[in-house]
């Protein structure tokens, strides 16, 4: 894992755009080089050997679970923040390998901020960049 790339605050229906590179787990979307995501949503569906399924209100997305990750009683409906490995998958739902998650539930306006982080991360860091 290179933890000098940025892991890219996005929403799930940007990923479809995300490109493979000749880098070994690296991904490129709008020319951003990346191997990991920053997603919030909801999760949708429940713990089938630590993989669940996060809704963003753009897309869904599986996630999978390490074991110490799993310690912790996740449940649908829940709306949390995950950072993780993103894996473009052919003909089944991109995964993002968490490696961290946070439950954001007790926080109810952290669900309209994020897009407006989104929104504000694209537009200074991600377009600003791409454009150079």
């Known amino acids: 894992m290179d933890f000098s790339?940025?892991?890219?605050?996005?929403?799930?229906?940007q990923l479809k755009h995300a490109r493979e590179t000749s880098t070994?787990?690296?991904m490129t979307l709008g020319g951003i080089l990346f191997q990991r995501a920053w997603l919030q949503g909801v999760l949708i569906s429940g713990c089938e050997e630590?993989?669940?399924?996060?809704?963003d209100g753009s897309g869904i997305i599986e996630l999978f679970l390490s074991k110490e990750?799993?310690?912790?009683?996740?449940?649908?409906?829940?709306?949390?923040?995950?950072?993780?490995l993103y894996v473009?998958?052919?003909?089944?739902?991109p995964l993002i390998k968490v490696?961290?998650?946070v439950d954001l539930s007790p926080f109810p306006d952290r669900e309209?901020?994020?897009?407006?982080e989104v929104i504000e991360a694209n537009k200074l860091f991600y377009l600003a960049s791409s454009e150079e």
């Open 5 to 13: 790339l940025a892991a890219l605050k996005l929403l799930c229906g």
């Open 24 to 26: 070994p787990s690296a």
């Open 50 to 55: 630590g993989r669940f399924v996060l809704d």
């Open 69 to 84: 990750s799993l310690s912790q009683d996740w449940k649908t409906g829940m709306y949390v923040m995950v950072v993780g």
């Open 88 to 93: 473009a998958r052919t003909g089944d739902l």
């Open 99 to 101: 490696h961290k998650i």
């Open 112 to 116: 309209a901020l994020w897009f407006l």
